[in-house]
């Protein structure tokens, strides 16, 4: 049985110029255990999957199930299963950090929590903050208390919806940590991420989306080995040759081109001392996600 299935979801909305297509015929299963990434640029669909397997938003057509429970018609037993951490911040202000998560132990009716609730707080460095209230916490401290309440009561399936966004390096250092320690102790986890080093580090599987369609579903291994094996990577201030930048991903100063091998590395050097460029700072290393994925999203217009 899946820790989560999505069979043939599809999701339209009425839009202001007709229906919109937010989801397709979206199918894939995610097994008991696994740390698996969805991705997809914005607007892609991963926060609409995310919310009808949360049950704040319903599909237009197919099925989901988590834990083998449907989560429209079983949706208090899909929902007991699941731990959701959502992008946005949200919070009461009315409550201290350790109030918060009694409380939401409660909504679950999870009591005698307090040893897991330490335990949560001690793990996501909040222990300090138990009793501040909410409204005091800055917005990192805020994001860890929603992991905690996502965490409270002790969910067989987590769902991270960009739990990074705009956080700190220590706070990415503690929760990925703390939830691969999960992980390995059987918990499921599926992460949206536009920090794609992260997915690459923490995720067996991985699904791209895009425009509401599965154009990618592999283990991430083979995802990386299925594109250019090695990246030329250098600094330069001049532009490049029309030849080589229609080949090239360029961030401000750095240049980044895809070779098959080494005599493609040579032909590239070469490209460039014809053109008079002067590159710094030159290294060769193998293709990333994130080299994967645009070459993906490139790939299907």
């Known amino acids: 049985m899946p820790a989560i299935s999505f069979q043939n979801v599809s999701k339209t909305y009425a839009g202001a110029r007709g229906a919109v297509q937010a989801l397709s015929d979206v199918s894939f299963d995610i097994e008991p255990g696994e740390f698996f990434g969805l991705l997809g640029p914005n607007g892609a669909g991963k926060t609409t999957l995310i919310s009808i397997l949360a049950g704040l938003s319903r599909a237009s057509g197919g099925r989901v199930t988590v834990m083998g429970h449907d989560v429209v018609a079983d949706y208090a037993a899909a929902r007991r299963s699941l731990g959701i951490v959502p992008q946005e911040l949200v919070f009461d202000p009315f409550f201290s950090v350790r109030e918060a998560l009694r409380i ?47 965490l409270v009561h002790r969910p067989p399936v987590i769902v991270l919806d960009e739990p990074t966004a705009g956080v700190d390096v220590e706070l990415r250092q503690t929760l990925w940590q703390f939830v691969a320690r999960l992980n390995k102790e059987g918990h499921t986890v599926l992460l949206t991420t536009h920090y794609l080093e992260e997915a690459e580090a923490l995720c067996q599987r991985i699904a791209m989306l895009k425009q509401g369609r599965v154009v990618a579903l592999d283990r991430t291994s083979a995802l990386l080995a299925g594109t250019a094996s090695t990246m030329l990577r250098f600094k330069m201030d001049q532009a490049l040759p029309p030849a080589l930048a229609a ?24 490209a460039l001392r014809g053109a008079g460029c002067k590159p710094e700072d030159l290294e060769i290393g193998r293709a990333d996600l994130e080299d994967v994925f645009l070459d993906i999203m490139q790939g299907h217009a």
């Open 247 to 270: 080949q090239s991903r360029v961030t401000g100063r750095i240049v980044q081109v895809k070779a098959h091998d080494a005599a493609e590395v040579e032909t590239i050097l070469a």
């Open 104 to 150: 939401q132990s409660g909504y679950f009716g999870v009591k005698n929590n307090d040893a897991w609730i330490a335990e949560l707080l001690e793990n996501l460095g909040l222990a300090d903050k138990a009793d501040a209230n909410m409204r005091q916490l800055s917005g990192g401290m805020k994001r860890r208390v929603l992991v905690a309440q996502a």
